[in-house]
């Protein structure tokens, strides 16, 4: 997830270049998501935090999985 995080520099002062249109809108809503999580802003140098994201991140992404792994032992998927 970090990694993820990284390459769309949510951390950075600005996005990398090579990102899309829409890359670029997510990073937004990754950084302003990040600081309602409770991560630091640098205002100085325009960084900040991803510690809390990264473990929000984490945390649905584990909550989907376990969901998922629940349908499929009760054979309530819709799509195997």
Avoid: C
């Amino acid at each position: 997830m970090r990694k993820v995080l990284e390459q769309l520099g949510v951390s950075h002062r600005e996005a990398p270049l090579n990102l899309t249109l829409q890359q670029k809108t997510l990073r937004n809503r990754l950084r302003a998501h990040g600081g309602q999580l409770g991560d630091a802003r640098d205002s100085q140098r325009g960084t900040q935090a991803i510690g809390h994201l990264t473990a929000g991140v984490a945390y649905e992404h584990w909550h989907r999985m376990l969901f998922a792994s629940f349908l499929a032992e009760k054979d309530l998927l819709i799509e195997p």
